[in-house]
């Protein structure tokens, strides 16, 4: 966040299912201003200095991929790399795989063009503080966050992002309140051509170039633990394959049409999930097994284990790909006043 850019920024609602909406801490003040769900981007009301500022935050993940949500509608929070990195760190910040900014499309240069077709811009960070094109775990998050704010209402959504935009359906909520699945247009895979290998302890594999809206390079091992520990980033090569990098899937078979995968993002390290990743481990698994729906006619899903939970993706014979799963809000807060000083510093 650049410094002082949050003293032009109000307070951003902590909102819960049905409620008010209105400021983190105001809600009991007689007359206190409406909560940003019900407004209009516009100039703020108001001015204060970061050390009164109140920044409104929400933690969510999905198969617990975790992310801190930043409900900024208007676009006024300029997130810098260093911001970003201080709010994942699992011990001295909130903790997180990265950061999702909620923004209105209209109110950001990188969506306003698709305003017209998706309100919502999914503005994600890697927990490095580097931005990412796309974030599938991200989308089902974003989406929760939506609807728990009272934003949407079940059924389709859609969702712009730095890889365009995706379509969401959020599903009803079970008889106990379980919050319903959602299931996320993907886009299509591209599969570039070329062989990449991955090489983790001592030992170099084969492996599948597959795009997903962001790189990924997925290779077959006969045990997840095959992949070591991941603490640094696998070797991947031809580097020109991978100009600005790539997340690095190792997928094991654990039945028909059933996979599990483990994961290192580029930018976060390792995962317990990531979205895109899930969707490129089904794109390779399809065609190693010569279930390729472009070629067979017939769509195809598979069962993909991650480590925090279990992913749905299939793929339509027109090369469309859908991902489903489960995202969920666990906390909201606001922002220590000296603690975001110390991070704008």
Known sequence: MARGAPALRRAAPVSTPGGSGREAGEAGEAGGAEGLAGETAGPPPYHRTVSTTQIAFLKGHGTENDFVIIPDYDGRIELSPAAVARLCDRRAGIGADGVLRIVRSAAHPEARAMAGEAEWFMDYRNSDGSIAEMCGNGVRVFARYLRHAGLVEVGSLA??????????????????????????????????EGEVTVTVGGRTRPARNVNMGNPHAVTFVDHLDDAGNLYA?????????????????FVADRGPRHVAMRVHERGSGETRSCGTGACAVMVATARRDGLDPAVTGLPVAYTVDVPGGRLVISEAPDGTVEMTGPAVIVAEGVFDPSWLAAALA
């Open 159 to 192: 969702v712009a992002t730095r890889a365009g935009i995706r379509q969401a359906h959020i599903a009803k909520d079970g008889p106990d309140g379980t919050p319903g699945e959602i299931t996320v247009g993907m886009g299509r895979a591209t599969l570039p």
């Open 233 to 249: 980033a696998p070797g991947v090569a031809p580097a020109e394959a991978y100009p600005h990098g790539t997340n690095v899937e």
